[in-house]
């Protein structure tokens, strides 16, 4: 395979290609003494580049740790495929700067012990390399997307870089350092890996980011969307090994008040963790099985052990934490992280499905807008006997004005020719739910006598009296209750039990969008008579969000759609990380 063609279907990962490009060379055979790094290249870090990850092959190929590795043969693979000698790399500093209109930006720093020129690279990965010029400066760029462009420095330095960033780091030297080269300046330890990062640039993204995502955030873990403004740096140093790998993460705050905010937030996380992870462990487990017990017994006092080692210790404006022996527990790591990694698929797939549901809601208002009417539930023949679903009937106004003019809107949904379209439904109308057969959703209007859409009667949005905001428009029904997407079938409201059809979609709840645009999550377990009143479109009732909340609360977090305004805070402090990276190396 071309290594342009490999690097066309990666660029999205074109960062991260950069980064694990220091991790790949670390383990080669030594067969001389070269000089050892004394230095990050701070000099070349960018003024706008918000993190660094720094490894130096030269020290870490000397490590007890990697003495049991097929050192020799990895050198000589890397000198017979790629022409570089790896012992030979004094230190790769992979820099990644604030994300820009075409996504991730960044490069990398490759210094040599021995002058070492791009054009010694095998000719097989050279002559994927295009010559060419970065305002003035000589390149050989990779033609991907976005282009890698790698420039020769001096003697010993390359500089790579996507994009254009080539000009960013050679042109560091001449400006004035940020904050992340005055933070380069201080590491003097060069084994293992070192990742340290400026939180500066990125506070006034990352503070409205994490206060958008607060309703998906635990209870106990609110406080997260804080974390951007109590931080003012992060330091870590990596140095693995079979049996007795260290990670020291150092965070250090703005002042003492944060940090202690800060370790107690870590506290909860911990906290919060373990209980997840123990109640996945005990989910299933019949009490009778006393090997079973013994088993979930033993995981709860591990947890409790590799918890306790990782708690964290504050010193000033300084949180500490470290973690020991990771590599001598892989087994029990993954099933401790196991609970917050299903946690994590599960918010990511209901803030799809969250979204899904504002384009729905979008689509509906700007076909009001065009008809100045609501789609009625079903397209409909002239004797009105229901063809296709209102789903197909906003196809237009979802951008999918091809795929709508392929139905024939005289047959029915299931006819020869439009039920060879089911396969063609738009992601909007997909759930996270791999129970669903292909073609199917479970995106369905509520139908009723006095929901917002009723059989046989067209709804304008001054039929609403209750209010948009209070008046569900759209609905994720259970899964049993999918339905192909082009069938004229939607969930109907049962005036005795208006929890009837609906169901946990999503862990422990579905979602819905209201009139206004609104998408908001509600517990299978939501108080039925306060959930009702979300039913009527002019039923005059005072609809009691607080419960609403409460429930979401009590039984999955705050539900989509509730969140605080952004309050941004501008504080100045000086950090002296030279503290910390001394009690690093002690």
């Known amino acids: 395979m071309k290594l342009s063609a490999f690097l066309s279907s990666t660029t999205k990962a074109s960062l991260r290609s950069l980064a694990a490009a220091a991790v790949a060379v670390l383990p080669v055979a030594a067969t001389a003494q070269d000089a050892a790094p004394t230095k990050l290249p701070a000099q070349l870090i960018p003024a706008d580049a918000v993190a660094a990850v720094y490894v130096s092959p030269s020290v870490n190929l000397k490590l007890p740790e990697y003495e049991m590795m097929p050192l020799e043969v990895l050198q000589t693979a890397m000198l017979e495929h790629v022409g570089i000698d790896p012992y030979h790399i004094n230190g790769v500093t992979a820099v990644f700067g604030m994300p820009g209109p075409m996504g991730p930006i960044g490069g990398a720093i490759i210094e040599f012990n021995e002058d070492t020129a791009i054009e010694s690279l095998k000719p097989e990965i050279l002559n994927e390399f295009e010559p060419g010029e970065i305002a ?20 010993k330095t390359w500089v790579a870089g996507v994009g254009d960033y080539v000009k960013n780091i050679v042109n560091a030297q001449q400006e004035p350092p940020g904050k992340l080269a005055e933070l380069a300046t201080k590491v003097t330890s060069f084994d293992g890996v070192t990742v340290i990062a400026s939180v500066d640039l990125i506070r006034p993204m990352a503070t409205p980011m994490l206060q958008q995502m607060q309703p998906m955030i635990p209870p106990p873990l609110q406080d997260a969307t804080q974390v951007a403004e ?108 196991m609970p917050a990694v299903t946690r994590a698929q599960v918010v990511a797939g209901r803030a799809q499905a969250a979204n899904n549901l504002k384009q729905v809601a979008i689509a509906m208002h700007n076909y009001h807008d065009t008809y100045r009417k609501m789609p009625s539930p079903a397209i409909t023949d002239d004797d009105d006997e229901p063809l296709l679903s209102w789903r197909v009937a906003i196809l237009p106004f979802l951008g999918e004005q091809a795929l709508y003019e392929q139905f024939k809107r005289d047959e029915p949904w299931n006819s020869p020719h439009n039920i060879r379209l089911i396969e063609r439904m738009p ?93 908001h999550f509600f517990s299978e377990f939501v108080d039925a008579d306060e959930f009702a009143k979300l039913l009527t479109r002019d039923g005059r009732e005072v609809v009691n969000w607080d419960t609403l909340r409460a429930d979401i609360h009590r039984h999955n977090g705050p539900m989509i759609g509730f969140g605080e305004e952004t309050i941004e805070t501008e504080v100045e402090l000086e950090v002296d990380i030279i503290e910390v990276l001394q009690e690093d190396e002690e």
């Open 136 to 155: 003035g400066l000589k390149v050989y760029t990779m033609p991907a997307f976005p282009p890698i462009s790698v420039h020769q420095l001096d003697s």
């Open 230 to 337: 109590w931080l003012d740096s992060i330091y870590i140093k990596a140095k693995p090994g079979f049996l007795d790998s260290k990670v020291a993460i150092s965070f250090i705050a703005k002042d003492e008040a944060s940090a202690q905010s800060l370790e107690k937030l870590i506290n909860d996380a911990m906290a919060f963790g373990t209980e997840m992870a123990l109640a996945a462990a005990n989910e299933g487990v019949d009490p009778e099985d006393q090997i079973a017990v013994a088993f979930v017994k033993y995981f709860e006092r591990i947890s409790n052990v590799i918890s306790d080692g990782m708690r964290p210790k504050t010193n000033g404006s300084v949180v500490r934490v470290n973690i020991d022996g990771i590599t001598a527990t892989p087994l029990l790591m993954a099933g401790f992280m």
């Open 427 to 519: 992601s909007v109308y997909q759930a996270p739910s791999d129970t669903l057969a292909p073609g199917e959703t479970v995106v369905q209007l509520p139908i009723g006598d006095k929901a917002m859409f009723s059989e046989g009667k067209e709804t304008r949005f001054r039929d609403i009296l209750d209010g948009t905001s209070n008046t569900i428009m759209a609905i994720e029904v259970a899964p049993e209750n999918a339905v192909p997407w082009t069938k004229p079938a939607d969930w109907e409201v049962n005036p005795e039990d208006p929890m009837d059809g609906l169901g946990a979609i999503h862990q422990e709840g579905f979602q819905a969008v209201t009139g206004d645009g609104a998408v």
